[in-house]
């Protein structure tokens, strides 16, 4: 299996993605999911007329804070932010590009998106 990081950002047209490891490897896509089929097919034409074959891809998607809550634009910034122990106007100052968080708050609110991730993930629905 190869694993890629996918650099994402979103456009008035939906989705852009840069493929890290590979330089001038680009996509786009009018969704998530169709970027990385769109970004697959890419890393395949990229290895087309060469020896090494591509296997099963996976991507890590990459972006910054801005770009993570201008695609999950679903998240209350001040629930999160609660669960996190930050002052809400400064997670939405981050969210919106007028403040830069530091590397450890970086850490701190993806540590919380990755435990609610997981906390989600682990849910059963049941019809009422």
Known sequence: MSKYKLIVEKNQDGYWGQVEELPGVFSSGNSI?????????????????????????????????????????????????KRIGMNSSLLRQYSKGIKFPSLVQVAKIEKEIKQIGKELSKTELQPA
């Open 33 to 81: 999911p169709n970027l990385i089929i769109n970004s697959k097919e890419a890393i395949e034409l990229y290895f087309e007329n060469s020896e090494e074959k591509v296997k099963r891809i996976q991507f890590e998607l990459v972006m910054d804070i801005q770009e993570f809550f201008k695609i999950n634009d679903f998240i209350n910034i001040t629930s999160l932010a």
